[in-house]
């Protein structure tokens, strides 16, 4: 199975990326030769992924750092670079190229510091690769001078490194970086195809498969996760039933509060045994007795410790509380369709009866002020707005309709 085969309903961009990849390809065997370069290359040393959640922007990209570092013999034979076998791609995949650096971030952002780094290791030349590769899956989270920072070394690349940014929209970058960006935009994958995949890598059954991949409309982690986890399955039931509950303001009041409290919950159930196993590991690193005190001087570096702890947990209750919005908003994209009067293309087939009853009871247009409501208590999450104060003024909006 070759690296392209993980892009879900994705040929364009994988066509384009396996060219280019052939093109970078000849571009190091011509240097190590010593003979003229190629022409015309389709190779470029930044690139920028954009496309809606769950779209595989974060998959094309280590797709095409695998195919970058791919030493399999079939190229010399005119074999496209990524068969997902050798050691370039293998390491590569999973994580452990020594030239391949992967950056995601669990926090709201990423800071300057940590882009510095990156900045520096960008300069090095490949230690055992055939390109120096930095992808960087949330480029939409740099902070203003993150990005000024890293202006600089994507104007000016080493000879062999490659930046693969991953966004959900060029908006989400700066003008100036998307502009030394060779841009790819990667579509929603046909929800035929998600179950498709669900059945053939992940053994699940076609049934639960098909409705995991029209429920999350064709979000392929969603989708496995609601294949997979009952407990997810249970999430987002409670979370459907929310449009029943908001016919006074008590009901709208006790509906925020328990989206609010399962998120949290979420992020407590993520977090704990990860704070405690880092606290531990600092803890032994900086020379503490076990069960005894702290070092003098080593206070600062807990705290630092303890922030950015406190700054994960806030971003996995956003995620868990977006991921809620999220299926809301699907849910009133159905009761919005009955109203129109199409049943094609249904994402919440197992609550129809509730979708019916909704559809009859209001008009579309209350149905797409709902649907507003929803995304501005997102706007507000992403400005910082309270958590509880956001999800009460949806809730009240989604009963006044």
């Known amino acids: 199975m070759t690296v392209w085969d993980d892009l879900v309903g994705q040929e364009r961009v994988s066509d384009q990326l396996a060219a280019a990849a052939r093109d970078a390809d000849a571009l190091v065997t011509a240097v190590a030769a010593r003979t003229p370069l190629p022409e015309a290359s389709k190779m470029t040393h930044a690139w920028l992924f954009t496309g809606p959640p769950g779209s595989g922007r974060s998959t094309a990209a280590r797709a095409f750092a695998a195919a970058l570092q791919c030493v399999s013999p079939d190229r010399a034979l005119g074999g496209i670079p990524g068969c997902g076998f050798c050691d370039g791609c293998h390491t590569t995949l999973v994580g452990t190229h020594a030239d391949v650096q992967i950056v995601r971030t669990d926090l709201l952002s990423i800071g300057v510091k940590e882009t510095r780094d990156l900045v520096r290791r960008a300069q090095l030349s490949p230690a055992v690769g055939r390109w120096q590769v930095i992808v960087l899956e949330d480029a939409d989270r740099l902070t203003e001078g993150a990005g000024n920072v890293l202006l600089k070394a994507v104007e000016e690349p080493a000879p062999r490194t490659v930046w693969l940014l991953c966004a959900p929209s060029l908006e989400d970058v700066l003008p100036t970086i998307r502009s030394r960006c060779r841009h790819l935009t990667l579509r929603t994958p046909p929800v035929a195809a998600v179950a498709d995949v669900l059945v053939r890598r992940d053994g699940i059954e076609p049934d639960v498969a098909a409705a995991a991949a029209r429920a999350t ?8 996760r609601l294949a997979t986890d009952p407990r997810a399955r249970e999430r987002r039931a409670a979370v459907l039933k929310l449009p029943l509950r908001v016919e006074d303001v008590g009901g709208c009041l006790r509906a925020a509060q328990e989206l609010i409290d399962a998120a949290t919950e979420d992020a407590k159930d993520v977090s704990d045994e990860l704070d405690v196993k880092e606290t531990e590991e600092l803890k032994a690193a900086l020379g503490a007795a076990q069960g005894g005190r702290m070092p003098r001087g080593t206070a600062g570096v807990m705290k630092d410790l303890e922030d950015r702890q406190k700054r994960r947990r806030t971003r996995t209750q956003r995620d868990s509380l977006d991921l809620a919005l999220t299926d809301l908003t699907g849910f009133y994209r159905d009761v919005l369709a009955l109203q129109l009067g199409t049943r094609l293309a249904l994402a919440n087939t197992d609550a129809e009866d509730t979708l019916d009853r909704l559809a009859r009871g209001s008009s579309p247009e209350a149905t797409l002020r709902r649907i507003e409501a929803i995304s501005a208590c997102r706007g507000a999450l992403d400005s910082n707005v309270a958590p ?14």
């Open 388 to 401: 509880l104060l956001a999800v009460e003024a949806m809730t009240m909006a989604l009963r006044a309709g």
């Open 217 to 224: 409309q064709g979000h392929i982690g969603r989708a496995r």
